[in-house]
């Protein structure tokens, strides 16, 4: 890749009306460094009657990458753990072999308003680790390094940049920043990785020069960084990384290398042979029994349902 590629968000129903935009997987761009699914929600107004809790469903051969700019959520999954997620933390969850969460509304927050607003993405596992063990891994807000640099307020959530390095512990080189520019900013983003791409949180900016919407995100060409320049405030986040060794099948909640682990993946969920959330009855089913796995070729505009 040699130019910028702008991608729009697509509007997907999660059920409840809880609605997110997805940039990842495009048809233009299928990953970017590790990263194979980005999700950014809200903001969302949550009431003491809304019900948007996603019930407990597995996944395999990825990590979850989830990152709160407003409100809280409670993880919960097979493993035991139980965490509330907060704003500025990075909860980072290896599915490996299988693993089964579900993510819902804390208990001290049932009764309240409140906003909710953040990121969820997927990193692929390199080949040689999609099967490991399943884990969890919380990081709080106040152990992710924050720095000021040329007057933008930068959290380095992943990896490393400007010097600092994350507490966050990856399988493969992975870059994540929480970047906030003031009006009249201007950014030089260095080429951090060998893939990055931009994603537009809140604001417009230009990009080398070149306009860029709200809710879009830009892949730079490879090896590349850019110029950020911001007439207004801007709210933006930086993903990147090593490219993936090998395209990868996403179906449904699985991602994985080979396409038969997809379908040993669905035949056991469907059989609820994946593990249980402790204190939990309810799950997520399988949507179609067999279901067709989605190809990995880069242009087929296909996404996980």
Do not use: C
Not at 59 to 71: K, N, R, S
Not at 108 to 132: C, I, K, S
Not at 265 to 291: K, S
């Amino acid at each position: 890749m040699n130019e910028l590629l702008v991608l729009q968000p697509h509007d997907k129903d999660l059920g409840g009306g809880f609605k997110v935009r997805r940039l990842l997987p495009a048809a233009k761009r299928r990953s970017v460094g590790p990263f194979v699914f980005f999700d950014h929600f809200g903001p969302a107004t949550e009431t003491p009657g809304s019900q948007h809790d996603v019930r407990p469903h597995p996944h395999i051969g990825l990590a979850t990458v989830t990152y709160l700019f407003e409100g809280a959520m409670m993880h919960r999954d097979s493993l035991g753990s139980v965490q509330e997620i907060l704003p500025g933390a990075i909860n980072w969850m290896t599915a490996g072999r299988g693993i089964v969460h579900s993510e819902r509304k804390p208990e001290r927050l049932m009764g309240d308003t409140y906003v909710n607003h953040g990121l969820q993405l997927w990193a692929a596992l390199p080949q040689a680790f999609e099967e490991v063990a399943p884990s969890f891994a919380h990081t709080a807000a106040s152990a992710i390094p924050e720095l000021d640099v040329q007057g933008a307020q930068v959290r380095v959530l992943i990896g490393e940049a400007f010097g600092v390095a994350s507490p966050v512990k990856t399988f493969a080189p992975t870059v994540y920043l929480d970047v906030a520019l003031q009006p009249g900013a201007s950014f030089v983003l260095p080429a951090l990785a060998a893939e990055l791409a931009i994603y537009v949180v809140d604001g417009r900016l230009a990009i080398d020069g070149t306009p860029v919407d709200v809710h879009t995100m830009v892949a730079l060409p490879d090896g590349q960084g850019a110029t950020l320049t911001a007439a207004q405030a801007v709210r933006l986040v930086v993903i990147g990384g090593a490219p993936l060794d090998g395209p990868r099948f996403i179906t449904w909640n699985f991602v994985s290398s080979r396409r038969e682990r997809i379908l040993q993946a669905g035949d056991d969920w469907a059989a609820q042979r994946m593990g249980q959330v402790p204190g939990e009855t309810e799950f997520i089913p399988l949507p179609g029994h067999p279901f067709k796995v989605q190809s990995p070729e880069p242009d087929t505009g296909t996404t996980p349902v």
